[in-house]
C-alpha cells in the first residue's frame, strides 16, 4: 500500500470539511441538544448492498426517517481519500468520506471543530474519534469521525447523517462506524488495530 505524500493536501481536506458548516450567510451556528427524550436505540440493518462504500441500503430509511426516492454517489474507490454523498433532490441523508492515510492532524482539527458541538467520544476501540453536531445550508446533521489503524496505515473515515429525532443516532453511529471500519478493512486488504500508536 502506498502512504500519500501529501499532508498538506490532508490539511486542506480537512479545513473543507469544516468549512462546509460556516457556509450559511446570517445562519447562527446550531444550539448544541440532547438526543430527544423519545429517540430509540435500535440495532443498524447491516448487510449488502452497500451505498457509498459503508451505508447499508437496507438502513437508510431507519435512520434517517426519510422513505422517498434518493439516489448514491458511484462509490469509486481511490486511497487519497474519496467522498460520497447519498441525496434527495432538497437535502443530503448521508455523507461518507475516508483516507486510506491521514495524519493526527487531520482527527485533532475534526474533534476541535466538534467541542462545542454537543460531542460525544467514541468508544476506543474504534480508534480516537468523536460524534459531534454539524449544520450544512440549514440542515442539522450528526457526524462522527475516526482515526485508526488498518495494516501499517493511519486512516481515517468520516460518517455524517441527517438529524433525526426518532433515532438515538450517536448509537447509531457507533455501529456505523463499525460496518464502516470492517468494509475499510475488506476494501484495502489491511487488518483493523485500534487507536493509531502516540
Not at 21 to 29: I, Q, R, V
Request: aromatic fraction near 8%.
Amino acid at each position: 500500500m502506498r502512504r500519500s505524500r501529501r499532508p498538506i493536501a490532508w490539511l486542506c481536506a480537512a479545513a473543507t470539511l469544516m468549512s462546509i458548516a460556516a457556509c450559511t450567510p446570517g445562519k447562527s451556528p446550531a444550539v448544541p441538544t440532547s438526543p430527544s427524550p423519545v429517540a430509540v436505540r435500535r440495532s443498524v440493518a447491516d448487510g449488502a448492498p452497500y451505498l457509498c462504500h459503508f451505508i447499508p441500503q437496507a438502513a437508510v430509511a431507519d435512520l434517517t426517517g426519510y422513505i422517498g426516492p434518493y439516489k448514491a454517489g458511484s462509490g469509486e474507490r481511490d486511497p487519497e481519500g474519496r467522498g460520497c454523498v447519498i441525496s434527495n433532490d432538497e437535502q443530503s441523508l448521508f455523507i461518507t468520506r475516508y483516507y486510506e492515510s491521514a495524519p493526527r492532524q487531520v482527527i485533532e482539527n475534526l474533534i476541535e471543530f466538534g467541542e462545542n458541538r454537543n460531542p460525544v467520544k467514541l468508544p476506543e476501540e474504534l480508534g480516537k474519534g468523536e460524534i459531534s453536531d454539524f449544520q450544512s445550508r440549514f440542515y442539522q446533521y450528526r457526524k462522527a469521525g475516526a482515526w485508526f489503524r488498518c495494516g501499517s496505515n493511519n486512516s481515517l473515515i468520516t460518517i455524517t447523517v441527517k438529524r433525526n429525532p426518532a433515532r438515538d443516532q450517536d448509537h447509531d453511529l457507533v455501529q456505523l462506524m463499525k460496518i464502516a471500519e470492517r468494509r475499510f478493512a475488506e476494501m484495502f486488504k489491511c487488518k483493523l488495530g485500534g487507536p493509531p500508536p502516540g
